[in-house]
């Protein structure tokens, strides 16, 4: 089954700097790339996804990269705000099964 | 229009007693799927259903815990003879289909186990 590693797992930036979290898939037909946020308490918020076909979207400060031939794919968030703290997890799937999530990045903006 | 509905938020249980989670899907999705969270940790998937089917239930325990989405009313997740082991939040999620697509899918606000 597919199995996605997620790097790094805890991510400090002042307020204003980039965060890049990044993600690696092993099944190479994978083709949907969600990235969810995670408040504290909260239930899991679709904030960008990517498909196969595409290698790069985005969407405000939020940008994702795919790259299909080294199976890995990145969340960049530009101008990082305090409310931007929170936990990211990435996942990837072939459509028919469900979501495999990675372990999730703790990213902290610091004012 | 209301999204993933999730019942009960937070739920008690002692250890040997049943757990019952139920979850409604957003209006028009027909696909239902049941993640658990452990404390400090990611989403694991447990059972994908469909309505009166379920297509992969590769993620759930062989023993104590079932799953039903029935043709009228809520998916339910039931863990029999809880442990406290089972103390984690729960997730549903839904989407409208299951092709490659439009596949997104949309998370409820969880149920929190917690097992005494």
């Known amino acids: 089954g597919e199995n996605v590693e997620q790097h790094p797992s805890t991510l400090s930036v002042q307020e204003g700097d980039s965060a890049v979290i990044k993600c690696t898939y092993s099944?190479?037909?994978?083709?949907?790339f969600p990235w969810y946020k995670q408040e504290l308490g909260k239930r899991p918020q679709l904030i960008i996804d990517i498909r196969s076909n595409v290698g790069e979207k985005k969407d405000q400060r939020i940008a994702v990269t795919l790259n299909k031939t080294a199976k890995h794919f990145s969340l960049h968030i530009t101008e990082t705000q305090p409310e931007d703290s929170a936990v990211y997890f990435c996942?990837?799937?072939?459509?028919?099964?469900?979501?495999?999530f990675g372990s999730g990045t703790r990213l902290q903006v610091q004012p | 229009n209301a999204g993933v509905m999730q019942n009960p938020r937070h739920l008690v249980r002692r250890r040997g007693q049943e757990a019952r989670l139920r979850c409604s899907p957003m209006k028009g999705h027909s696909h239902v799927y049941w993640y658990r969270q452990l404390p400090e940790e990611g989403l694991k998937f447990m059972v994908y259903l469909q309505k009166e089917n379920i297509i992969d239930e590769s993620g759930m325990p062989k023993e104590r815990f079932s799953a039903e989405f029935p043709k009228e009313g809520p998916s339910i997740l039931r863990i029999q003879q809880v442990v406290r082991g089972d103390s984690a939040a729960y997730f549903c999620a839904s989407s409208p289909r299951e092709t490659s697509t439009n596949n997104e899918q949309f998370f409820g606000p969880g149920t929190r186990l917690t097992v005494l």
């Open positions: 996942a990837a799937n072939t459509g028919r099964r469900a979501l495999t």
């Open positions: 099944d190479s037909a994978s083709n949907y």
